[in-house]
């Protein structure tokens, strides 16, 4: 099956940033997705197979960004000016839509978790 590995979670600082990397064994549309404690499983940002589209829920719009290097079958979210609210387990996902999607029930693999916390 197709496995995904990531890393780069951490603790930060409010205002602090890091960059989650996702390597996966094949080349895919990916998207980020992030759970915190007690709630539900949040969309947080996609990025078409091509690369040429991206799109992020309204909470992390100008503060993260999604990209890809298809050489490497490896997608990445840099998020700057982190908030506590930001905290939680992201996991990235692969998806055999091409655009990319919203909803994770369009994800058909799913990497391990990787927790981030932001200190106030």
């Known amino acids: 099956q197709v496995q995904l590995v990531e890393s780069g979670g951490g603790l930060v600082q409010a205002g602090g940033s890091l960059r989650l990397s996702c390597t996966a064994s094949?080349?895919?549309?990916m998207g980020w997705f992030r759970q915190a404690p007690g709630k539900e499983r949040e969309f947080v940002a996609a990025i078409s197979w091509s690369g040429d589209n991206t799109y992020y829920t309204d909470s992390v719009k100008g503060r993260f960004t999604i990209s890809r290097d298809n050489a490497k079958n490896t997608v990445y979210l840099q998020m700057n000016s982190l908030k506590p609210e930001d905290t939680a387990v992201y996991y990235c996902?692969?998806?055999?839509?091409?655009?990319?999607?919203?909803?994770?029930?369009?994800?058909?693999?799913w990497g391990q978790g990787t927790q981030v916390t932001v200190s106030s």
């Open positions: 094949g080349r895919y549309a």
């Open positions: 996902a692969a998806t055999l839509y091409r655009g990319g999607a919203f909803d994770s029930r369009y994800y058909n693999y």
